[in-house]
């Protein structure tokens, strides 16, 4: 599974879109849907890890005496 470490949030949500697919269809077998189950897993893991990186990123705008945009300032998470 480390091939998910590297993929991008839009490559790891198609996939895991997949793979919910298949195991909502019920139609894999016991040992295949155990291993899909635990690819999901590792792919939704992925899925927030580029979530959470992407909220970090998220700045708010600084606004100067004049009204004007100054710089940026990180996001309140409160």
């Known amino acids: 599974m480390s091939d998910v470490d590297k993929m991008s ?3 790891a949500i198609k996939e895991l879109e997949t793979v919910v697919g298949q195991l909502e269809r019920g139609d894999v077998a ?3 849907s155990i291993a899909l189950y635990e690819r999901g897993a590792a ?3 992925r899925c927030e ?3 959470k990186e992407a909220e970090e990123k998220v ?3 600084t606004l100067g005496e004049g009204g004007e945009p100054k710089g940026t300032a ?3 998470q409160s």
Do not use: C, S
């Open 9 to 11: 949030f839009e490559d």
């Open 43 to 45: 792919l939704k893991a």
């Open 59 to 61: 700045a708010k705008i």
């Open 49 to 51: 890890a580029k979530l």
């Open 74 to 76: 990180p996001l309140d």
């Open 30 to 32: 016991l040992d295949e």
